[in-house]
């Protein structure tokens, strides 16, 4: 299979692409990516420059009821390599499946690979803050049965960020669930609805996701809206909000952030219990030809963050997206996008990138 035309091919669909995947064996396969950036902006913001991401997928299957996965990836700024997701599928009769073992969250719109986004940026990163990445990252270790459209998984996630905010001072003992259903409401319309509720056994940290959106289909355009809600996240917990890039205008805090450095300014030294948020996001995307394609979206994030001192700060940040997607040769794309972040806490910021994926 052409791989980037499969790339193209993924302008029109919103799950985006399945890279190829070479036969090693009869019953192994593999394939991956190497995904490169450059990113600029104002503000006395640094640019950037090199590897992002390199992953490795195994995919077992012998042509019976059992088949299995094993991603291996490398990503700036994890040290060494990291195992994204390891897990055994078993397929019944009637059509069901059974995962068993290290796999991603089933919510969210964009896609958890670079090989299948229209854009360079996550719809929910602002100001380096990437809710997106950061439950993709999640990694979560369970159960999960599937059929005809509905999933829903057991986790125990005693890594998790959500439950514990990947802090060692609150402990294992926590554990979610999800729950979620895919189907076509029209021959051009598909439709998500899902969630994550989070229980904590010992600290009693929860932290629960809704999550809803829509695809539309239509010849070359790709049309998409999201809504998450996010309820009763808690202290150590990053995943929601955790801006240390975000700088103090007035009475804003300089970050949101759960265990924050000591300083001597009172304005860092701000321990939240609880931060509450809605996220937003509209994107359309239209192929104007075989190689390239472009892409606009808005995303935003609104709610209030509740701090141990009984005081309620505003959490508030847009973003607006252009991206031009286009294949240079038949397994590399380039990906060019500006973005302009807005945020009442901080100055504007835009921000320019270009992104080379390779895909194998």
């Known amino acids: 299979m052409n791989k980037i035309l499969t790339l193209l091919a993924a302008f029109i669909a919103v799950t985006g692409i399945a890279f190829a995947e070479t036969m090693l064996t009869e019953s192994l396969s593999v394939g991956g990516f190497i995904d490169m950036s450059y990113s600029d902006g104002d503000n006395g913001k640094e640019s950037t420059s090199g590897i992002d991401q390199v992953e490795v997928d195994f995919t077992f299957n012998n042509g019976g009821p059992v088949s299995g996965q094993l991603d291996v990836e490398y990503e700036n700024g994890l040290e060494g390599l990291n195992l994204e997701e390891a897990y055994i599928n078993y397929a019944f ?126 010849g070359p355009w790709v049309i998409g809206g999201e809504y998450l809600t996010t309820e009763n996240s808690t202290s150590g917990n990053d995943i929601f909000i955790k801006s240390a890039s975000f700088e103090p205008l007035s009475n804003a805090p300089a970050q949101f952030d759960a265990t924050p450095d000591v300083t001597d300014d009172p304005l860092t030294d701000i321990d939240f219990n609880s931060v509450d948020t809605n996220l937003f996001s509209l994107f359309a995307n239209y192929s104007y030809s075989e190689k390239n394609s472009v892409t606009v979206r808005y995303s935003d994030m609104s709610g209030d963050a509740k701090a141990n001192d009984n005081k309620t700060y505003d959490v508030d940040a847009t973003k607006l997206t252009f991206a031009h997607n286009s294949a240079l040769s038949h397994d590399l794309a380039l990906i060019l996008e500006y973005s302009m972040q807005d945020s009442n806490h901080t100055k504007d910021e835009d921000i320019f990138a270009v992104e080379l994926l390779y895909a194998f």
């Open 93 to 218: 009769a009637d059509g069901g499946i059974l995962t068993v073992g290290r796999f991603e969250t089933m919510l969210l719109q964009d896609a958890t690979e670079p090989t299948g986004l229209y854009q360079y940026s996550n719809a929910y990163d602002f100001y380096g803050v990437n809710f997106n990445q950061a439950l993709y990252d999640v990694k979560d270790q369970g159960i999960k049965y599937s059929s005809g459209g509905w999933a829903i998984a057991l986790i125990d996630n005693g890594d998790s960020k959500i439950g514990d905010g990947d802090n060692p001072a609150v402990g294992d003992g926590d554990y979610a669930y999800e729950i979620g259903y895919t189907g076509k409401l029209s021959d051009t319309v598909t439709g998500f609805i899902g969630a994550r509720i989070t229980e904590n056994d010992i600290a009693h940290f929860d932290g629960d996701i809704y999550n809803v959106y829509l695809t539309y289909e239509e």
